[in-house]
């Protein structure tokens, strides 16, 4: 047991230089993922013609709206048409075909066909629809088995599908070739939506699609549903390895559509193309509606902010009853894209181009050997990180922490790679954020930072602990440096931890662990707080402070909400700064921070300490940040300093009102005492 505590007291500087070790072995992968970051930069638009072909159905003239719209889309810089696996009702929607059921052809035919048979009646209408459709409908059906037989009305071409009309309306056919050819003759690039509808996978037929849509220009799919093509099919012929070869034979790639649940297979279908993503935006329906300024500011922010290389645009019809008329928001969503104010203006303004998007190129990256060595000094230092952070509240378990830590990580190494990262990476910025508090408590208490004006305390022990925040920031870029973490194809894991247990063991620390130099005296600290009667001003105390708690989880990751005024108030500060800090730093945490630093100087220790153990939110929120891995590093980079400058200012704002109160107090006192 003594040998335990000689090595233990010896073992802090061993793991603060492994630290340091890793800290310097992860900076090479920081910047193979800030060059990577760098190789695609322009930026795609792509609007949904499915959807305008139904909000033009509404029109007298569809195909004159359909058409201007069109051309009104291709002014504005929409460079790219998505087009869909056809349907009978799409195909009616263009004019190639009319469908009736047995009933309406039996009224249409003076009830010569039977009006009880569930049955569906296609005419083609036109020459190149009966040489063009005709085949493509006939072929998809008796895929399905249903029978087609021959069946016209009067001059007009057609066919009997034994199938009822509202499911053979639903039933997925290729792409439309005669629409591809009239947007490519337009001057459209055109992307494909695809489904998995059809099953079982058909290699053959896939192939006879992918090579049209390639003639056609296509160069990437964006799928339609819960899952990639081929996804159902895949764990009993292996139907997503023979799309992904399919896939780069014809040089077409994919999309994945962000803040939406990953598709199945999308994941297996990007590792076989190689990575050929790219992510994208899709801006729904009910929201084409929104004032252009802000669809612009919306297009703008997810360019630069978080990797976008591709939006996509809808629209829908909407009746107004006041007005007697159905409208749509082609025009609303021309608007936000055109002019100087407009996004793709913006959008050129921050460094993109707008044309077709293109993934990222990761390139080599470094060589294999080294990157396995650095991976395993990256790996070490942050299970010593780790370590140290345990070494904080117990001392003597800190070399016990850091066995137990390399002997879990050599066993989730053989186990899962990914795991292993994901749990090192979610430690690390649990640990880097909790020293950093810890750090400055001490600091504060201790007199180390005193000396010299409170602007300057404040600013050191501010700095000195979003350097030791860095470090935690540095770990989780080398960890998760794969691709598939830029495109968000896996993710940081334990966001609700990471914003929680930095708090709560800041909070601990100050309580229970500081000052103390046995666990009796942790212990005794805990009893005296547990038995410490409480009163009605504790329990409003404890309410306001859960209803905090669940506002700040409420806002927690991309799924958070907002108010409208926060709302408007980001939304300035984007325009005013081009990257918005993170509000709950630089107006609550930094400012808590840089004002505990003060008092706890002074003759309100107690009170200080508590808002430093606030202050990590602040801490916690640098580390979340660049936990944002499709976040550019440079724009996290810039939101942090911000949030930084603008907390301490605010912060120091704060110590002069103190003063401005505490003198005021004074006077008060002595005037009563008189």
Not at 136 to 155: H, K, T
Request: include cysteine; glycine fraction near 8%; charged fraction near 20%.
């Amino acid at each position: 047991m003594a040998l335990y505590e000689r090595w233990s007291r010896r073992a802090k500087l061993a793991l603060v230089t492994m630290t340091l070790a890793g800290l310097l072995a992860s900076l090479p992968f920081a910047f193979v993922r800030q060059g990577t970051e760098t190789t695609a930069d322009t930026v795609e638009f792509v609007f949904d013609y499915r959807d305008l072909l139904e909000v033009s159905s509404y029109r007298s003239k569809p195909a004159d709206y359909m058409l201007d719209r069109l051309l009104e889309l291709k002014r504005a810089g929409v460079h790219s048409m998505a087009v869909y696996e056809s349907s009978l009702r799409e195909l009616e929607l263009s004019g190639r075909v009319q469908t009736l059921s047995s009933a309406e052809a039996a009224l249409l035919t003076e009830f010569r066909l039977s009006a009880n048979e569930k049955s569906t009646y296609v005419l083609f209408l036109g020459g190149t629809s009966e040489d063009i459709i005709r085949p493509m409908v006939v072929d998809a059906f008796g895929r399905l088995g249903v029978e087609a037989v021959p069946w016209n009305f009067g001059d007009i071409p057609g066919i009997e599908l034994a199938m009822p009309k509202d499911e053979a309306l639903l039933q997925a056919l290729d792409p439309d070739p005669i629409t591809m050819a009239e947007l490519q003759a337009l001057g459209f690039h055109l992307v494909a939506r695809l489904s998995d509808q059809r099953q079982p996978f058909d290699p053959e037929r896939t192939e006879a699609m992918l090579a049209d849509l390639a003639a056609y220009g296509v160069n990437r799919i964006i799928f339609e549903g819960t899952s990639v093509t081929g996804a159902a099919d895949d764990a009993a012929s292996d139907s997503l390895t023979v799309m992904a070869e399919l896939m780069n034979k014809y040089g077409i790639g994919l999309a994945t559509v962000e803040m939406s649940r990953p598709q199945v297979g999308l994941g297996k279908l990007a590792h076989l193309t190689d990575y050929n993503v790219v992510r994208l935006h899709s801006l729904p329906p009910n929201l084409s509606n929104m004032a252009p300024e802000d669809l612009a500011d919306r297009f703008a922010l997810a360019a630069q902010d978080r990797n976008i290389r591709m939006i996509f645009l809808n629209t829908a019809a909407s009746l107004d009853t006041s007005l007697g008329i159905r409208k749509d928001t082609v025009a609303n969503l021309v608007k936000s894209l055109e002019g100087p104010e407009g996004a793709i203006a913006r959008i050129q303004e921050n460094g993109f181009t707008v044309g077709i998007a293109e993934p990222f190129r990761v390139g080599d990256g470094l060589p294999g050997g080294v990157a396995l060595v650095l991976k395993a000094l990256v790996t070490a230092g942050a299970v010593a990180l780790i370590a140290l952070a345990v070494g904080v509240f117990f001392p003597r378990l800190m070399l016990a922490a850091f066995a137990i830590g390399l002997a879990g990580s050599a066993g989730l190494f053989v186990l899962s790679t990914t795991l292993l990262s994901q749990g090192l990476a979610l430690g690390a910025g649990i640990a880097s954020a909790t020293l950093a508090t810890v750090y400055a408590v001490r600091r504060a208490d201790a007199g180390g930072a005193r000396g010299g004006s409170a602007v300057g305390r404040a600013a050191l022990l501010l700095a000195a602990a979003s350097a030791i925040s860095f470090v935690g920031i540095a770990y989780i870029v080398a960890l998760l440096d794969h691709v598939t973490y830029l495109y968000v194809l896996r993710q940081y894991r334990g966001v609700s931890a990471l914003h929680l247990v930095p708090i709560a063991l800041a909070f601990a620390y100050v309580l229970f662990f500081h000052g103390e130099e046995s666990l009796r005296g942790v212990a005794r600290r805990v009893l005296s707080f547990l038995t410490t009667n409480i009163t009605v001003l504790w329990v409003a105390l404890a309410a306001v402070a859960g209803v905090a708690a669940l506002y700040y989880l409420s806002r927690t990751g991309n799924a958070g909400t907002t108010s409208s005024v926060e709302r408007m108030f980001r939304a300035a500060l984007q325009d005013t700064l081009g990257v918005r800090p993170r509000t709950k730093e630089f107006l609550l945490a930094h400012p808590a921070f840089v004002l505990g630093v003060y008092l706890a100087a002074g003759a309100r220790r107690k009170l200080g300490l508590l808002l430093i153990a606030l202050g990590s939110v602040g801490q916690l929120s640098i580390v979340d940040t660049f936990a944002h891995l499709h976040t550019p590093l440079a724009i996290s980079f810039i939101r942090v300093c911000y949030g930084l400058a603008f907390g301490l200012a605010i912060g120091l704002v704060l110590i002069a009102l103190w003063r401005l109160l505490e003198k005021g107090w004074s006077r008060w006192t002595a005037y009563l005492e008189r």
